[in-house]
């Protein structure tokens, strides 16, 4: 039986001490539990504690945990590959979707947010380590791809996300938050009123920290390992 109270609260002293550590308020790094895999269950004891957001990656799963949980009113972050099939679902079922990166899943999330709910908060994920992975846009399409998001109505561009490469050097860890933060600040010097970094996971939080992210998405430090899908 893994103890989700204590995990939490080690999770929550990690932000606090990175936040200090980079002089920066602790209450500016929200904490996304990424709950993907585990169920209904568990999420409840997560917010017997306290936690309220919780990230997912998987419409279908996510989809019935979301429904189970209706009467706790949590916040919700799809956080996954989008597929365009899927995009009327997670325009309705999440407030946040963290993994758009093209202009067409953001055309046809903005389209099917029901218009008596606020708008979809969006965060563009970028593609700062193209070698490991093909999800996230890629930097040079960035400012076209953010300029055209910021304008849909459905939605409401927030800021960026990135899933580095892994490694255990923090210097290199830090280097890739460190792009991601300079690509919104020019975003923002463009006009664009953007106030968040998607960025930091169990293993990396306090790189992430340290370089501004203002949302760490943290699963394994919360719930434990996952079992492979
Ligand atoms: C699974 C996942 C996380 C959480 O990763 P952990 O290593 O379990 O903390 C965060 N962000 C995204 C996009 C994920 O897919």
Redesign the pocket.
């Known amino acids: 039986m893994i103890n989700i109270a204590s995990r939490l609260q080690a999770v929550q002293g990690r932000i606090r001490t990175a936040a200090q550590a980079a002089r920066r308020r602790p209450e500016e790094v929200r904490l996304i539990a990424?709950s993907?895999t585990f169920p209904a269950q568990v999420i409840r004891e997560a917010h017997l504690v306290g936690q309220d957001a919780f990230?997912e990656?998987y419409l279908q799963d996510a989809r019935s945990k979301i429904e189970a949980l209706r009467d706790l009113g949590l916040e919700w972050h799809f956080?996954?590959p989008i597929q365009s099939n899927k995009t009327r679902l997670i325009g309705e079922c999440f407030s946040w979707v963290?993994?758009v990166d093209n202009l067409k899943h953001a055309t046809r999330l903005s389209d099917a947010r029901p218009r008596e709910l606020p708008p979809l908060q969006i965060c563009i994920q970028v593609n700062v380590s193209a070698e490991v992975t093909k999800s996230g846009c890629d930097p040079d399409q960035l400012g076209d791809l953010a300029t055209a998001v910021y304008s849909h109505r459905g939605l409401r561009l927030r800021g960026l996300?990135a899933?580095p490469a892994p490694s255990d050097d923090v210097d290199a860890q830090r280097r890739s938050f460190a792009r991601l933060r300079h690509m919104k600040e020019e975003l923002v010097n463009k006009g664009l009123e953007l106030d968040t970094l998607s960025m930091g996971?169990?293993?990396d939080l306090e790189a992430a920290i340290s370089e501004g992210s203002t949302m760490v998405?943290?699963?394994?430090?919360i719930?434990g390992p996952?079992q492979v899908k």
């Open positions: 990424v993907k990230g990656n956080l996954g963290h993994s996300m899933i996971m169990s293993a998405r943290v699963g394994r430090a719930f996952r």
